[in-house]
């Protein structure tokens, strides 16, 4: 490692040895629990003579988890607190090259930065002459089209619902994107079978189709060793199951596998994470 190399001083060891995650959402999280865990399970005893330089510190600058229940905020909060992760609150102003400056002036050095705030538009979707919705996103109607041009249609992180919709803008999550290109191909394949699939064929044709709807399926994140938050809400002001530790965690695993996209890969993942449980992490070195 760069920190064990001779001449580095104890200030220089600290900085190398210090991950710095910035955003306080789901991968923010998860990544600052995984990473927590791993140094204090396989890291600090294999390289037991660095232990006390390694630290995580999570940078958010509201409330961590902000879309999840209060219940399992709270919990997180002492879960990653218990696990050694360093909390702070505060928005970064200023990246250098070894430390970020935050809004109070404070300075934090850094030997690795990772960064998970989110995503915004980009200055490419910026620049389109389209109509915006909120933040900048191709403005699209119910049906997920632009309405000032005729066939193009925007879903995923890059589109928003105009404010004339009155809808309002979804997050920029994985299973949005997902559900709206499932939408948007039945849309298609309606106005092919209505006789369209010519240029301003759409107009007409997809009047007798429902508008799109999003139904949030809820929220997962894991928060370090065997413990995770389940959160199957609808939204914030709606009630639910809420769940949190071990037994959200294997429900977490469980809806993880559904995902990969063979059973070939399934098992393996599978088998991985079992020889993980039994064994621990392999971190050995040839």
């Known amino acids: 490692m760069l920190s064990d190399l001779p001449g580095i001083s104890e200030e220089e060891k600290c900085r190398l040895l210090h991950c710095v995650v910035v955003g306080g959402g789901p991968t923010g999280v998860e990544f600052s629990g995984e990473l927590s865990d791993f140094i204090i399970r396989d890291v600090k005893q294999r390289y037991s003579h660095v232990k006390d330089y390694i630290h995580v510190t999570l940078i958010e600058a509201n409330e961590i988890l902000s879309s999840f229940d209060v219940r399992l905020r709270q919990y997180a909060t002492k879960q990653l607190i218990k696990s050694g992760v360093r909390l702070v609150q505060g928005i970064v102003k200023d990246v250098q090259p070894n430390k970020i400056i935050l809004d109070n002036g404070e300075e934090v050095p850094y030997g690795l930065l990772v960064w998970s705030t989110g995503v915004g538009a980009s200055p490419f979707v910026k620049s389109l002459p389209f109509p915006k919705s909120p933040g900048g ?89 065997y413990k995770a938050l389940v959160d199957l809400r609808q939204s914030k002001e709606s009630r639910g199951i809420s769940l949190a530790g071990f037994v959200s965690w294997f429900i977490w695993r469980s809806a993880y596998l559904t995902r990969v996209v063979s059973w070939r890969n399934r098992f393996y993942v599978a088998i991985n994470w079992l020889t993980t449980l039994l064994f621990g992490r392999d971190i050995s070195r040839i």
């Not at 009155?166 to 299973?175: C, D, N, R």
């Not at 997902?178 to 699939?197: D, F």
């Not at 044709?205 to 928060?223: E, I, N, Q």
């Open 137 to 225: 996103r191709i403005g699209v109607n119910e049906w997920l089209r632009v309405p000032s041009v005729h066939d193009v249609y925007a879903i995923g992180d890059c589109s928003g619902f105009l404010e004339s919709t009155g809808k309002e803008v979804l997050p920029a999550l994985a299973q949005v994107a997902e559900r709206q290109g499932k939408y948007l191909a039945s849309l298609l394949n309606h106005v092919m079978k209505a006789g369209g699939g010519h240029a301003n064929s759409e107009t007409e044709a997809d009047l007798g189709r429902p508008p799109f709807v999003y139904k949030h399926l809820g929220s997962m994140a894991t928060v370090g060793r």
